[in-house]
C-alpha cells in the first residue's frame, strides 16, 4: 500500500470527509476524522479541517491505511422498512424524508448505520448523497441528493439561506409575546467525553432565529421557529438562552416536564425553485403535546 494523490475534479464542493469515506471503504468515520487532524491528509500539501469542501484542482493526499476486514453489522428489513416508509417525496434527482427520531443521519462515533446508510444498501444502483443534517433526536424533513448537480445546487442555497426553514418546537414556559427574533453568535466546543456542545460566545458564527407563537399550555408554549442560519444546534441554544428550552432536549433544557421524546420537528422546506415539502409530527409528538395541554383542565 503507499500514498495516493486525487486530483479533484467531479466532487469539487462535497465536504472533505464524506469523499474519504467514499474513497476510503470500511474504514470507519473515527479513524478518517483522526487522519485529518494529525495531517495524514492534506489538501495541496496543506492541513484542512475535516468539514473543508473540495475545490476543483484541489490534490488531495490520501495515505495508505488498513481496512478493516470485520463484517457490517446487518440493517435489519424492519429498520429499512421503516425508513423506506418515510419518504414523503422522490424524483430522479431528489428523495425528501420525515426522518424518523432517533435516527442518526449517518453512521459514526459508535452508531454503525444512520439514515444514508440505510437508503444506500436499500438502493444498491443508487447514488445518494445528504443534502444536510438533523440532528439524531429531531425529527422531520431532510433532502437527499440523486446527482450531483443537485447536491451542488441545494448546497449553495442552504449555503446562501435560500432554502426557507419552519421547525415546530414546544419549550418550557410562557414565551414572551413581543420576542420574536434572537440573535447570539455561536461557538462550538466538545467536552473531555468528546461530546460535542455550542455555547453563546461573541467569537461564535452569527445565528439568527425567528419565533411564532402557536398555542400556550399552562407551563409550555408551541411555537413555529425560523431559523435564518443552520448553526449546529441553533434553536436548541437559542431557545435555551431565552430562558425557554425545547423540552426533552437534555444537553440544554435542564427544567420542565418529562417527555418521551425531544419536542423538535422540521416541519416544512420551501426551496428556490418554488416547491414546498411538508412533514407531519409523530404521533408520539402530538400525544406529547396533548397531554401538556390536558394538564390545564
Not at 493526499?61 to 425508513?83: H, L, Y
Not at 433532502?143 to 426557507?164: D, N, P, Q, S, Y
Not at 414565551?175 to 440573535?183: E, F, I, S, Y
Not at 420551501?270 to 404521533?283: I, M, S, V
Request: charged share 30%; proline share 4%; net charge positive.
Amino acid at each position: 500500500m503507499s500514498v495516493r494523490y486525487i486530483v479533484i475534479e467531479e466532487h469539487a464542493g462535497q465536504r472533505l470527509d464524506n469523499f474519504l469515506h467514499r474513497e476510503l471503504k470500511n474504514v470507519p468515520r473515527s479513524r478518517i476524522y483522526q487522519m485529518v487532524r494529525r495531517g495524514e491528509v492534506r489538501i495541496n500539501s496543506g492541513r484542512v479541517r475535516v468539514s473543508y469542501r473540495l475545490q476543483r484542482g484541489d490534490r488531495v493526499r490520501v495515505p495508505p491505511v488498513q481496512k478493516e476486514s470485520r463484517k457490517e453489522s446487518p440493517i435489519g428489513e424492519a429498520t429499512i422498512n421503516q425508513i423506506c416508509r418515510a419518504i414523503l417525496y422522490e424524483d430522479e434527482e431528489l428523495l425528501v424524508l420525515n426522518k424518523p427520531i432517533g435516527v442518526a443521519v449517518h453512521g459514526g462515533s459508535g452508531i454503525r448505520h444512520g439514515i444514508i446508510e440505510i437508503l444506500r444498501h436499500a438502493r444498491p444502483d443508487v447514488t445518494l448523497e445528504l443534502v444536510h443534517r438533523l440532528d439524531r433526536d429531531t425529527s422531520g424533513c431532510m433532502l437527499i441528493a440523486k446527482t450531483r448537480r443537485m447536491l451542488l445546487g441545494l448546497h449553495g442555497a442552504f449555503r446562501e439561506a435560500r432554502v426557507k426553514k419552519r421547525y415546530d418546537a414546544v419549550v418550557t414556559g410562557n414565551w414572551p409575546q413581543g420576542l420574536r427574533t434572537v440573535r447570539h453568535s455561536l461557538l462550538r466546543y466538545t467536552l473531555q467525553s468528546g461530546e460535542r456542545r455550542v455555547r453563546i460566545d461573541r467569537r461564535g458564527e452569527k445565528a439568527r432565529t425567528d419565533f411564532e407563537i402557536q398555542q400556550r399550555g399552562e407551563r409550555v408554549t408551541r411555537l413555529w421557529v425560523y431559523p435564518h442560519t443552520g448553526r449546529t444546534h441553533q434553536i436548541r441554544v437559542h431557545a435555551a438562552a431565552e430562558g425557554h428550552g425545547v423540552l426533552g432536549d437534555d444537553k440544554y433544557q435542564l427544567d420542565g416536564p418529562d417527555v418521551p421524546r425531544m419536542m423538535l420537528h422540521s416541519s416544512s422546506l420551501k426551496l428556490p425553485d418554488g416547491r414546498r415539502f411538508d412533514a407531519n409530527p409523530d404521533e408520539m409528538f402530538l400525544e406529547t403535546w396533548s397531554g401538556l395541554l390536558g394538564e390545564q383542565d
